[in-house]
């Protein structure tokens, strides 16, 4: 799929960087999670302009697919890692992970709040 990312450097695609972009000084993707939101960007921005790539690459629908059931499989196995992973955790780090999950989507609402405000 790098290839084929480097390929629409040269055609028409007005998001292109998003394709070609790396995400640290040494060009790799640090985590799961962020795999998998790139290969997500990445695959939609393929979707939207897959009959402009048909004309500089091969069969542009097949990447797709490929880069769809990648995505599936890695998406089931990082769910399956954290399952077991959480399952072996001690009860009072569980707890924690809830109530920091609690803090979070609290401030996550309050800083929205602050942007609607500051929006009027």
């Known amino acids: 799929m790098a290839a084929e990312g480097r390929q629409s450097r040269y055609s028409r695609i007005p998001h292109r960087r998003a394709i070609v972009r790396r995400d640290d000084a040494t060009g790799n993707i640090q985590s799961v999670p962020a795999l998998l939101d790139k290969s997500s960007e990445v695959l939609g921005l393929l979707a939207e302009h897959a009959a402009t790539l048909a004309k500089v690459g091969p069969d542009v629908q097949s990447l797709i697919d490929d880069g769809k059931k990648r995505y599936r499989v890695l998406e089931q196995a990082d769910a399956t890692q954290e399952r077991a992973r959480g399952s072996q955790l001690p009860a009072a780090v569980t707890g924690f992970?809830?109530?920091?999950?609690?803090?979070?989507?609290?401030?996550?609402?309050?800083?929205?709040?602050?942007?609607?405000?500051?929006?009027?």
Do not use: C, M, P, R
Not at 97 to 120: R, W
């Open 97 to 120: 992970y809830v109530q920091k999950a609690k803090l979070y989507t609290a401030l996550k609402i309050i800083n929205s709040a602050g942007h609607e405000l500051a929006d009027l």
